[in-house]
């Protein structure tokens, strides 16, 4: 007789758990059979006692097979990027559109801001109509006729992990490296991927502030994702200082925009999604090597291919017509915007990038609680990066608020946040910092 608290008590001795035990554990989280008491004390025995390479592959195959897992019958690879999250990373809103407009087709399943760092799916929501939501026909049929869909997570897609997942987040348990290397997977494996290119952040502004837990969960990711037979590439990008010059929601997508129709803001975005296209045309089998990938992206954003798929995107998920034209006559705007100078002209020697994050919380741009609902008109905007001179009419950057009381006490909570100096421009870290 197969007993729950049996394998509870097996990983907390510290013994290796079959996969048999593993598929059946999780079954119980998806049906409900098991209590949350005693997902909680799994989570927590694998939190303190970590799992086998073979044991963490099982787990994430048996959440991936708790729900519906998709099939694909279509022309291109099926390729797909996932981050762990950041300040002003709006990456996902140009690589989809510029991967799809290279010939692949990209599923992109995303979430919602978690902390200090901002979600995907709540920068999709300042686009009036789209519907992160779409149900599993529409998705796949937008996949199929436009090359991308970025779109919540499905409710018949990896259920034991929301479920999972939500008990985590009140045990102490978030931060074990094979809780959320199954996590990260068993969604993405469930959307039926040929390819996956993983983000992962590290710094100030990352969940993984050192490098060295960051290049563990990089491997994780790639030792499982291979396993279950997709081709799996991570890099491991800086989160010492904001990727985009803007960090809320519809600024973001605003921002996106502009650099798909060939504004570069920001130069460290732009290498940053440069190089997570490169290696997934590569392992897509569609560039032969980092060269031939970047000269496909190159043609595919200067000919304005890419805009296209992304505004054909948002038109098929319900957005507005002319979204990419005027973006502007169609996403929310605050009424009151405040630039904020330094005390006097200066370079920048580094930003608390958390900081910039929660910020734009505070703001309202994101949440304190799961239940709060989000401003997507609110954020910073035309932020001022290390290395770069402030004053004599630069200011650190714009504060967008919903009325003047906010944007008042957001100003000092901005200049703390940057680190001035007198001494001249510092070189930054790369934007990549390691391959995996």
Request: charged share 20%.
């Amino acid at each position: 007789m197969w007993l729950a608290q049996e394998v509870i008590r097996q990983k907390r001795d510290g013994l290796e758990l079959s996969a048999a035990d593993l598929q059946r554990f999780v079954r119980g989280i998806a049906d409900d059979s098991l209590s949350e008491g005693q997902i909680a004390a799994f989570a927590m025995a694998t939190l303190l006692r970590g799992m086998t390479a073979a044991e963490r592959t099982a787990l994430t195959l048996a959440m991936r097979d708790s729900g519906q897992v998709l099939r694909w019958d279509l022309p291109g690879p099926v390729v797909d990027k996932h981050s762990t999250g950041g300040v002003g990373d709006l990456t996902s809103l140009v690589l989809a559109p510029l991967l799809a407009a290279c010939g692949c087709h990209v599923p992109m399943i995303s979430g919602r801001g978690l902390g200090h760092t901002g979600g995907t799916l709540d920068k999709l929501e300042s686009i009036p109509g789209y519907l992160i939501r779409p149900g599993l026909a529409r998705f796949r049929q937008v996949v199929a006729e436009v090359g991308c869909a970025i779109v919540g997570p499905d409710a018949e897609l990896a259920p034991a992990d929301r479920r999972l997942y939500a008990i985590r987040d009140v045990t102490a348990t978030v931060e074990s490296l094979d809780l959320i290397t199954a996590s990260i997977l068993a969604k993405k494996l469930a959307a039926g991927l040929d390819v996956l290119v993983m983000d992962v952040k590290t710094g100030g502004g990352a969940f993984m502030a050192e490098a060295e837990a960051a290049q563990r969960l990089a491997d994780s990711i790639v030792q499982v994702a291979e396993a279950a037979g997709v081709r799996t590439r991570a890099l491991v990008t800086d989160m010492d200082q904001p990727l985009a010059r803007s960090a809320g929601n519809a600024l973001e997508v605003e921002e996106a925009i502009a650099l798909l129709a060939g504004e570069v803001r920001s130069e460290r975005l732009w290498q940053v999604v440069l190089a997570l296209a490169e290696e997934g045309l590569q392992l897509a089998g569609l560039a032969t090597d980092a060269s031939a990938a970047r000269r496909q992206l190159l043609v595919a954003w200067r000919s304005g291919a890419a805009l296209e798929r992304f505004a054909a995107m948002s038109l098929a998920l319900g957005g507005p017509s002319g979204l990419t034209t005027s973006p502007w006559q169609h996403l929310p705007r605050a009424p009151v915007v405040r630039p904020v100078q330094p005390p006097s002209p200066a370079w920048v020697r580094r930003v608390d990038t958390r900081a910039l994050g929660l910020l734009v919380v505070t703001l309202g741009g994101g949440r304190q609680r799961p239940e709060d609902a989000i401003d997507p008109a609110v954020g910073l905007a035309e932020l001022a990066l290390p290395g770069e001179r402030v004053g004599e009419g630069r200011p650190l950057g714009l504060i967008h608020a919903r009325d003047e009381e906010t944007a008042a006490q957001a100003e000092a909570q901005l200049r703390a946040a940057y680190e001035l100096t007198e001494d001249g421009p510092a070189a930054p870290a790369p934007p990549v910092l390691d391959r995996r």
